[in-house]
């Protein structure tokens, strides 16, 4: 009886403890709020341009034939050189290209050439040189509609040599025809060509590549093309080929130091071809489509790398 009530009063003391606590009131407990996400910041984004490409075409007579399948090569990669610089052969292909002709102009104008056109002798006594020269300035001021180098559809330099001073003179404005014949004047094969009161002669004489003439004009990248190493198995034989193989041996040392500073350098495969050798153009220009093919993968990275902040 007595464990039944003390049971009882535990039982209800329980229920008691229960009742109170349901009649008091939850203590309202305030969490701190969680930490805003951090978020990265975004990296600004720098608008980039391509470098300025300066093409420098040099000079090696009948060997210039191969700038136009270097030209062709890079067309057909989606390069095109903002402005174009050039010596002796190189000026010819340079000017013809800078009027607004494409690889495949070029290369038909290339063949259908006819070397009379080019060729004017001169009279061994009164000349100062085998070719006067006119016949090559009427081909090419023909070939270009007359245009002055400042009308140019790309930003053009033509580089000759004066002939009292020895410095290269670079031509960027006037007629784009006598600057060509001036910079092609290869002494002892073109007579010197006289502009207002100074003779000039093959612009090779200072620069076969115009590597530095390019940059003077504003490239930040410079494609060079050498087409003036010496045949190392074709004998010079006439006059003409002795006169231009002395004119490429002369021109080595300086290509060595110029051809330095330029970001690319191509060499067509010409061994063996005479710079007198007309009959080769086709070789000399698929000799400059292997030339650039090859030398794609690295023109690409080097104007990837070069990009400037806009």
């Not at 007579?61 to 067309?75: D, S, Y």
């Not at 990248?221 to 003409?240: F, I, M, Q, R, Y």
């Not at 000799?287 to 806009?310: D, F, H, N, S, T």
Request: with cysteine; net charge positive.
């Amino acid at each position: 009886m007595v464990l039944t009530k003390y049971l009882g009063r535990v039982v209800g003391l329980c229920a008691l403890v229960v009742l109170v606590g349901c009649s008091t009131a939850p203590t309202v407990v305030d969490l701190p709020e969680p930490p805003p996400a951090v978020t990265p910041p975004t990296p600004p984004v720098v608008l980039t341009r391509p470098p300025r490409l300066g093409l420098a075409l040099g000079g090696g007579a009948a060997r210039g034939f191969a700038h136009i399948g270097v030209i062709q090569e890079l067309e057909r990669a989606g390069i095109r050189p903002d402005l174009v610089a050039g010596t002796s052969a190189g000026s010819l292909v340079g000017t013809l290209y800078a009027s607004g002709m494409n690889g495949a102009e070029l290369e038909r104008v290339a063949l259908q050439m006819q070397e009379a056109e080019i060729t004017d002798w001169s009279l061994p006594i009164l000349g100062r040189g085998l070719l006067r020269g006119e016949a090559l300035q009427r081909y090419v001021r023909k070939a270009v509609d007359g245009k002055l180098l400042e009308n140019m559809a790309l930003p053009l330099g033509v580089l000759a040599t004066d002939l009292q001073t020895g410095r290269g003179v670079l031509f960027r404005r006037g007629d784009a025809a006598t600057a060509v014949r001036a910079s092609s004047a290869v002494p002892g094969v073109f007579s010197p060509v006289k502009i207002g009161e100074t003779e000039y002669v093959d612009g090779g004489l200072t620069a076969p590549v115009p590597v530095r003439q390019a940059r003077e004009m504003g490239a930040e990248v410079v494609l060079a093309v050498d087409v003036s190493s010496v045949p190392e198995h074709n004998p010079a034989v006439g006059n003409l080929e002795v006169v231009l193989q002395t004119f490429a041996i002369m021109g080595q040392n300086i290509n060595r130091h110029e051809l330095t500073t330029a970001d690319v350098v191509l060499r067509p495969a010409l061994n063996g071809m005479s710079g007198a050798d007309f009959s080769a153009r086709k070789r000399a220009i698929e000799a400059g489509r292997q030339a650039a093919r090859a030398a794609l993968p690295q023109i690409k990275e080097v104007l990837l790398a070069k990009r400037r902040p806009l």
